[in-house]
T-cell receptor, first 114, second 112 residues
Framework: NAGVMQNPRHLVRRRGQEARLRCSPM?????VYWYRQLPEEGLKFMVY????????ESGMPKERFSAEFPKEGPSILRIQQVVRGDSAAYFC????????????FGSGTQLSVL | DAKTTQPTSMDCAEGRAANLPCNHS???????VYWYRQIHSQGPQYIIH???NNETNEMASLIITEDRKSSTLILPHATLRDTAVYYC?????????????FGAGTQVVVTP
């Protein structure tokens, strides 16, 4: 059973470009969470999604950031017009539901903005 | 939401037990204690969680004090691969599932 798959592993963008980060949850998992880890800082919750629904986006920056988890395909975290401050490791996690309280994390996408 | 306090770092000799303390004096009655760890450059890994009773699994044991104001994660036989940052987290009772507030954690270094 494959774990949470994130790609790309590394992503380099120039200021003003768009970044799209993908996350495929574990098989059978319908809940996806995105976290961000800025350099030398702890992990911060961004957003919680279920299929086709955003459940909690209280950690998402108000502008330029969006997330989706379509009925088919991976979850996408999209960052428009990236700035250097967006450089960070972005981690996706999944869980089968609320009854199982474990989160399974992917290996992350390291975003570098030049 | 309850906050946690952990030592910044600790060393442990390979093969010995590692006892990682965590204080959560403001924890509410229905808030769980979670432990995750993050090995360098990897995503966090779930270790164990508990509410009131002590818990044990194949990775570790979790000892929660009777008043629930503190807990201890025990790695029974530390190996070099256990070197990581260990996070003690109390999930807020009003937070959505999966919304975990990671602090700075404890950097554990296991030495030969």
């Amino acid at each position: 059973n494959a774990g949470v798959m994130q790609n790309p592993r590394h992503l380099v963008r120039r200021r003003g470009q768009e970044a799209r980060l993908r996350c495929s949850p574990m098989k059978g998992h319908s809940h996806v969470y995105w976290y961000r880890q800025l350099p030398e800082e702890g992990l911060k919750f961004m957003v919680y999604l279920q299929k086709e629904n955003i459940i909690d986006e209280s950690g998402m920056p108000k502008e330029r950031f969006s997330a989706e988890f379509p009925k088919e395909g991976p979850s996408i975290l999209r960052i428009q017009q990236v700035v250097r401050g967006d450089s960070a490791a972005y981690f996706c996690a999944s869980s089968p539901g609320t009854a199982d309280q474990k989160l399974f994390f992917g290996s992350g996408t390291q975003l570098s903005v030049l | 939401d309850a906050k946690t306090t952990q030592p910044t770092s600790m060393d442990c000799a390979e093969g010995r037990a590692a006892n990682l303390p965590c204080n959560h004096s403001t924890i509410s009655g229905n808030e769980y204690v979670y432990w995750y760890r993050q090995i360098h450059s990897q995503g966090p890994q779930y270790i164990i969680h508990g509410l009131k009773n002590n818990e044990t699994n194949e990775m570790a044991s979790l000892i929660i004090t009777e008043d629930r104001k503190s807990s201890t994660l025990i790695l029974p036989h530390a190996t070099l691969r256990d070197t990581a940052v260990y996070y003690c987290i109390v999930r807020g009772s009003t937070d959505s599932w999966g919304k975990l507030q990671f602090g700075a954690g404890t950097q554990v270094v296991v030495t030969p």
